[in-house]
């Protein structure tokens, strides 16, 4: 991923020297269950531990030099951490093991750090949600259907729903992070043919993973279930920022991203206040989904193994983990300093002359006695008159004479407050989510 949308604490999972260490720590594991097990000495074990190589830049760029000659990524490692460890004890590095065995071992721990790290974001960004839905409880707006006026809500029914959204991508990120949490050091089709049973245990307690059945390669459904968590969260964050884009534009400015001190809108327009994050956001979502369906052309592999995954998974596994952490970190940031202005909200709601109120019109008209086709027909011609000529829509109803309802019929079917009487069922649904802290 380019910088540009990288944060740091992430990166760091996907780090060069962050695998580099991890392969190394699997490799002393397994030599050091090798060792309880006999097949390695003591001391050659603690040999191995004490004179291991530090996983640095310099470790890195050996690797590198090392891959140029064997053109094989892993069994440079090998070569390169035998040589700093020395014979004889830096033989007994990779005994028994793949390449597999130690990539896609760490490849699950990595992604079960990056699940951790994805967690913790979406619960900030669901303490943020939460927090505004509560603040807008009573916040009335107009609802609307197909870019159209509908029927009065609240922006705090409307943020409620995003927070419970939020709150079941936790619960497939929890989901994917037990998915992925798994390890295997089995050999080179699965059957421990030259490996202890044991050695795998070792090393999944040691690193709080779970040893599961495989060929020589973990399935990759599990990979595919955390790009499916990943690109999920990004679908939930385009949710949130197309509507908020649609709320920015100028005719509607019902909210507003914040504004910071000497931030430019245009380079041309200096009066423009462009909706940059979601904007981004909603890009960025697309890239996402679009590496889950990588992820699922991974699944079918050859027999017990190839690796036409094994190139589009260092591209979408460290890509997806990225975008989503930085997806929702800036979401947070967007909502932190949100403009939320409910006066425009009320102007806009009342800008349609009073129409969203029609179906409340058309039960009392049914309930007063009407057929609901021949109340349905009124209420429709009526509504365009008030449209089409600016009339408000209340007086043509009074005016006309096919309306014979009481007074107080009409006084309840506009009464805005009954209308939002139950608005904030969505909001005190948020009383059952866990919330961090």
């Not at 409620?160 to 089995?186: E, F, I, N, P």
């Not at 041309?268 to 697309?286: D, F, Q, V, W, Y």
């Amino acid at each position: 991923m380019i910088p540009r949308y990288t944060l740091p604490e992430m990166a760091a999972v996907f780090s060069d020297t962050a695998r580099f260490g991890r392969y190394l720590e699997i490799e002393l594991l397994a030599t050091e269950a090798h060792a309880a097990l006999g097949v390695v000495s003591a001391s050659d074990a603690a040999a191995c531990r004490e004179r291991a190589p530090k996983v640095d830049d310099a470790f890195v760029h050996a690797v590198d030099e090392r891959e140029k000659i064997t053109d094989h990524d892993v069994a440079a490692f090998v070569d390169v951490v035998q040589a700093a460890i020395g014979a004889p004890a830096g033989t007994w590095i990779h005994y028994g093991l793949t390449s597999s065995d130690v990539v896609d071992t760490a490849w699950c721990w990595m992604l079960r750090d990056a699940c951790d790290l994805l967690l913790q974001a979406a619960d900030d960004l669901l303490v943020t949600l939460v927090g505004l839905a509560r603040t807008h409880r009573d916040t009335v707006m107009i609802g609307r259907t197909h870019g159209v006026h509908a029927e009065p809500t609240t922006f705090g029914a409307k943020v409620a729903l995003w927070a419970l959204q939020v709150d079941r991508d936790r619960q497939r990120l929890r989901a994917a992070r037990d998915t992925v949490g798994v390890c295997k050091l089995s050999g080179a089709v699965g059957t421990y043919s030259n490996i202890d049973p044991a050695v795998e245990a070792h090393v999944a307690t040691a690193l709080g993973l779970r040893a599961v059945p495989a060929t020589q390669v973990i399935a990759r459904d599990r990979h595919a279930e955390f790009l499916y968590a990943c690109a999920a969260v990004g679908s939930t964050m385009e949710l949130i920022a197309v509507e908020l884009r649609h709320l920015q534009r100028t005719e509607v400015r019902e909210v507003q991203e914040g504004f910071r001190a000497g931030q430019k809108g245009s380079s041309a327009m200096p009066h423009k206040r462009n909706p940059i994050s979601a904007e981004t956001i909603s890009g960025l979502s697309r890239v996402l989904r679009g590496n889950l369906q990588a992820g699922l052309q991974d699944v079918a592999l050859w027999h017990e193994r190839d690796i036409s995954h094994s190139s589009v998974e260092r591209v979408v596994l460290p890509d997806s983990a990225l975008l989503a952490y930085y997806v929702m970190r800036r979401m947070t940031r967007l909502l932190q300093s949100l403009q939320v202005f409910p006066d425009r909200m009320l102007t806009n709601l009342w800008a349609s002359h009073g129409l969203v109120f029609s179906q409340p019109v058309l039960l009392g008209l049914v309930s007063a006695g009407m057929t609901r086709d021949d109340a349905y027909r009124v209420v429709q011609e009526l509504a365009a008159t008030a449209w089409d000529e600016g009339r408000d829509f209340r007086a043509l109803l009074e005016a006309d004479p096919r309306v014979t309802v009481p007074t107080a019929v009409l006084d309840e079917a506009f009464d805005l407050g009954r209308s939002v009487r139950h608005a904030g069922r969505g909001v005190d649904a948020l009383d059952a989510i866990e919330l961090p802290g």
